[in-house]
């Protein structure tokens, strides 16, 4: 039931009669009980307000997109501590992450703002986005819409602002430079610079396309040297300044050929450094003990990504004199080589995407398209294979049509 209640005047024996609220605040309330049964009455100046606010409600409430403003009235700092403690990624370090975010780049610039007022006013995300000093401020954008969005559907907004074509950052979105691999040439220098000890990483890196994280997980037992396979089942990685195992990136394992020079690559290894039984928790610092037989470790232990990188990769690599900057300076680059060259090869693209391990075909065409092998030369090759000598009346029409 609803109804509009003057405020200032009751009826009395059919005459208005002022009551003790005359004078005094907006004049008329428009009376309602929302979708949990609950009475509602918003004061109005006069009694169009009212009314048109009934059949907003009305309407909302038909069709199930009612919103309680008293429900908005939270903080975002409130809302986005009650949302996180709910929230569980795949990953610890993605939740590391994603605290860092709220911690350090939403909750002190919008923190004390309640929901309702950020809902309203689209232009305090924008501000705040031309305050951020990050390079790119898409990340912590789209965890801010993340947090809106489940708001909305919990029915403590209307709308998710950060949705708005006309909330956008102050700062275009950096241009991603194109992969540029390595030289067969380099990485023959640079493995002849590695320590022999970690040497076969850098075959495993180039010749089965492994992250780095993936090489120091690597255990004997992920090894099928009959089959000639790899089953990768871990990688090493920092969670809460701990080392864990946990699954390769993409939260699932995956195997990947293992050619014939890199298994005898790996077996030389293992025969002068044997592989080493290490346990580590599963997935985060207080998980289940999980142990794995090592194929690289560093005094009985898993080797950690920054130590190998600054005392084992980076003085290689300047022996070696590469230096294409930092981005083009890692490991990483192993793994592009090996991409490029599975593609120069004629492999298709949703088999490298398999053995790179992407989350889908698309991303790794996206990030090698550029290196796929001759593609204008062979598009204009085989539609010459089938109008041009094979069909010349084809070519012909089509020639006499321009």
């Excluded at 075959?203 to 004997?220: H, S």
């Excluded at 871990?234 to 080392?243: C, D, M, P, S």
């Excluded at 120069?344 to 290196?371: K, P, W």
Aim: proline fraction near 5%; aromatic fraction near 8%; glycine fraction near 8%.
């Amino acid at each position: 039931m609803a109804d509009i209640d003057d405020r200032w005047f009751r009826t009395v024996d059919g005459e208005k009669v002022k009551t003790a609220r005359h004078g005094k605040g907006q004049r008329y309330a428009a009376r309602y009980r929302d979708r949990d049964g609950k009475q509602r009455s918003p004061t109005f100046a006069t009694v169009r307000e009212a009314r048109d606010h009934l059949a907003k409600v009305r309407t909302d409430l038909r069709e199930g997109t009612f919103v309680d403003p008293a429900q908005g009235r939270i903080t975002l700092a409130a809302y986005a501590a009650l949302w996180f403690d709910g929230y569980s990624p795949r990953s610890a370090t993605t939740r590391e992450a994603v605290e860092a975010r709220l911690r350090l780049h939403i909750t002190p610039y919008l923190g004390t703002y309640q929901l309702v007022t950020i809902a309203a006013n689209p232009e305090l995300i924008t501000r705040w986005l031309g305050k951020l000093q990050l390079a790119d401020v898409r990340p912590v954008k789209t965890l801010l819409s993340q947090i809106l969005r489940a708001a909305k559907d919990n029915g403590r907004i209307a709308r998710n602002p950060c949705e708005l074509k006309s909330v956008q950052g102050a700062r275009p979105a950096p241009s991603k430079p194109r992969v540029t691999p390595w030289r067969s040439d380099e990485v023959t220098r640079l493995h002849v610079e590695l320590p022999e000890r970690y040497r076969a990483g850098a075959v495993l890196a180039v010749g089965c396309g492994l992250r780095v994280g993936e090489v120091l997980g690597l255990a004997v037992e992920d090894v099928d040297w009959f089959q000639g396979n790899l089953t990768l089942r871990r990688q090493v990685k920092v969670v809460a300044g701990r080392q864990v195992f946990d699954l390769p990136k993409g939260g699932r394992e995956r195997d990947v050929p293992l050619p014939e020079w890199v298994k005898l690559a790996l077996a030389a290894s293992l025969k002068t450094y044997p592989a080493v039984s290490v346990t580590l928790p599963w997935a985060v610092a207080d998980g289940a003990p999980t142990t794995a037989s090592l194929i690289f470790t560093r005094n009985g232990a898993a080797v950690k990504d920054p130590w190998f990188d600054m005392q084992v990769w980076t003085p290689a690599r300047v022996r070696a004199g590469i230096d294409y900057g930092v981005r083009r300076n890692g490991i990483h680059q192993l793994r592009h080589t090996y991409a490029s060259t599975l593609l120069a090869g004629g492999v298709d693209i949703r088999t490298v995407s398999e053995y790179l391990g992407h989350h889908d075909a698309a991303f790794t065409l996206r990030t090698y398209v550029h290196l796929m092998p001759n593609a204008e030369a062979r598009t204009r090759a085989a539609i010459d294979d089938a109008f041009g000598q094979g069909a010349p009346d084809v070519r012909q029409r089509v020639v006499e049509g321009l």
